[in-house]
């Protein structure tokens, strides 16, 4: 079974979340902090990745590769506040996949099927 790691503080965004990814048939497992998240990857395997990186006071330039050192092959999806100038910075450090909030439910769900076919062609 396809497994998702999604990392979201938001306790309403993390139903809406939940329940589009419900619908696709794959396991989700929650984290509400990216720390959390840290051990999760080192801990365990996911198919793909989605994080919101519209926590104040995180840097996703910084944290991404953090993620990417753990698990190199996991697609990440972010899931951002607006386009703008750091969303370069996030793509350099190697997302798959950058979405700004309020995140559409069809680019969602599109972005985590490309993700995940991505991921299956690696393996």
Same mark, same amino acid.
């Given at each position: 079974?396809?497994?998702?790691? +999604?990392?979201?503080q938001d306790p %309403? &965004? #993390?139903e ?10 794959? !396991?989700?497992?929650?984290c509400?902090? *990216?720390? /959390? @998240? ?7 395997t996911y ?8 926590i /104040?006071? &995180?840097? $996703?330039a #910084?944290?991404?590769?953090?993620? !990417? =050192?753990?698990?190199?092959r996991? $697609?990440?999806?972010? +899931?951002?506040?607006?386009k703008?100038?750091?969303? !370069?910075?996030i793509?350099k @450090?190697?997302?798959?996949?950058c &979405?700004? =909030?309020? *995140?559409?439910? =069809?680019?969602?769900? %599109? @972005?985590?099927g490309? @993700?995940?076919?991505? =991921?299956?062609?690696?393996?």
């Amino acid at each position: 079974m396809i497994t998702i790691l +999604l990392v979201e503080q938001d306790p %309403s &965004l #993390q139903e809406k979340y939940l329940s589009l990814l419900n619908g696709l048939d794959v !396991k989700t497992e929650l984290c509400n902090r *990216v720390g /959390k @998240a840290v051990e999760r990857l080192r801990c365990f395997t996911y198919d793909a990745m989605i994080v919101d990186f519209g926590i /104040k006071g &995180l840097n $996703p330039a #910084q944290v991404i590769p953090v993620f !990417k =050192k753990i698990s190199p092959r996991v $697609p990440i999806i972010a +899931l951002m506040e607006k386009k703008n100038e750091p969303e !370069k910075e996030i793509e350099k @450090a190697g997302v798959f996949s950058c &979405l700004t =909030k309020p *995140v559409n439910d =069809k680019e969602f769900l %599109s @972005a985590i099927g490309k @993700a995940i076919n991505k =991921k299956e062609t690696i393996n």
